[in-house]
């Protein structure tokens, strides 16, 4: 030991306990706002299955015409059941890679939704997400009896674009498939003038039953407050485990 490094202090036992201590925070802080997050997403999801079960229940009414889909919004509308009447224009079909989902009768195997403009009667253009089909039927021949012609009315639900998947490859145009259920970006590739919703199909299900409508339910996971509860009682843990390291130290210092 030479000279300078046997004259300086020995840090102070608060000083020993300052990084562990400021790192201790740092996690506690952490595992308390995941826990704060999940309470907030349980109050969204809670609200989210209120909405689903009373909408999904009520009897459907007519589609408002082109000029009131302006005023229509997310919140106030998405998920209401419509009636419509129209003529469904396949050969501007797209194909949406399907993405199972929480909330609805989940097909299983790769496939595709099906969307198509349908035409409506009483004037303007609006994309009706069909339903499901498994890759093999994915071409419109494979299943013929299904492309049905001429009028037709059906229910469905109102819908908004969904958030594009983080790790969505890009649309392939080319070869008719998109990653993501946007009305807008589908309706500029196929020369669409449809509005910024599109419809969910429920009834009735095309002849072959294909494609297969997929119908929403409400009943989507509800674990947010098992995780909440989880998460605060992680930060409880590694307050109480510093404690105990902490006091355990001091003991030994003052010894």
Same mark, same amino acid.
């Given at each position: ?28 802080? /952490? @595992?308390? $706002?995941? #826990?704060?997050?999940?309470?907030? %997403?349980?109050?969204?999801?809670? &609200?989210?299955? =209120? ?67 349908? /035409? @409506?009667? $009483?004037? #303007?253009?609006?994309?009706?997400? %069909?339903?499901?089909?498994?890759? &093999?039927?994915? =071409? ?87 995780? =909440? ?27």
């Amino acid at each position: 030991m030479t000279a300078r490094s046997a004259s300086l202090p020995a840090p102070s036992p608060l000083r020993r306990l300052l990084v562990p201590g400021l790192v201790s925070l740092v996690g506690v802080a /952490v @595992l308390i $706002g995941l #826990g704060v997050w999940q309470l907030e %997403r349980m109050a969204w999801k809670r &609200a989210l299955i =209120a909405t689903l079960t009373e909408r999904l229940a009520a009897d459907p009414v007519p589609l408002p015409p082109p000029a009131a889909w302006p005023g229509l919004s997310r919140e106030a509308n998405e998920f209401r059941r419509v009636r419509v009447s129209g003529t469904f224009r396949h050969d501007k079909e797209a194909l949406v890679y399907a993405i199972g989902s929480g909330s609805r009768t989940a097909p299983t195997g790769l496939g595709y939704r099906v969307f198509a403009p349908l /035409v @409506l009667a $009483g004037g #303007g253009t609006v994309l009706v997400d %069909r339903g499901f089909v498994p890759d &093999a039927d994915k =071409a419109p021949e494979a299943r013929a009896a299904g492309q049905v012609t001429g009028p037709v009315e059906i229910v469905a639900l109102l819908r908004w674009p969904e958030t594009r998947p983080t790790f969505a490859p890009a649309d392939d145009p080319g070869r008719n498939i998109w990653f993501a259920r946007d009305p807008g970006a589908i309706a500029s590739v196929k020369g669409l003038d449809v509005p910024v919703f599109y419809l969910d199909l429920e009834t009735p299900a095309p002849p072959g039953g294909l494609p297969r409508p997929v119908l929403l339910r409400p009943n989507l996971p509800d674990n947010h407050l098992q995780y =909440a509860i989880t998460w605060f009682s992680l930060a409880l843990a590694l307050a109480a485990i510093f404690l105990i390291w902490a006091f355990g130290r001091r003991k030994g210092d003052s010894q």
